[in-house]
């Protein structure tokens, strides 16, 4: 489901939706549709990186939408700019990826 929803934000109008943050197995992926970086992807390895560069993004007045394709040991982050940004969690529909 997660690369669907992708696919959809990635053809979605970029005036709307300029980033797309793609949060899975503990990395995060920026895709850029406008902007200096227009066209490009942007890997990173760990969530505090990712997190930065939102961050950074939110500080240049520049939103987006995240994904999460949470599972047990890859759970939503707390504390992500949400005045700009929106957001969805994608997860199986098993009770233990919500446990503590």
Not at 30 to 52: D, P, R
Request: hydrophobic share 40%.
């Amino acid at each position: 489901m997660g690369p669907f929803l992708l696919h959809e934000l990635l053809h979605y109008d970029a005036v709307r939706v300029p980033v797309v943050a793609y949060f899975v197995e503990g990395s995060v992926c920026l895709f850029h549709k406008t902007g200096e970086m227009a066209g490009t992807a942007v890997k990173y390895e760990s969530i505090s990186e990712g997190l930065w560069a939102i961050e950074e993004l939110e500080r240049a007045n520049v939103g987006g939408y995240y994904i999460f394709d949470v599972t047990k040991d890859h759970r939503v982050v707390a504390g992500l700019p949400r005045r700009r940004w929106g957001g969805i969690v994608l997860t199986m529909p098993d009770a233990r990826n919500y446990e503590g």
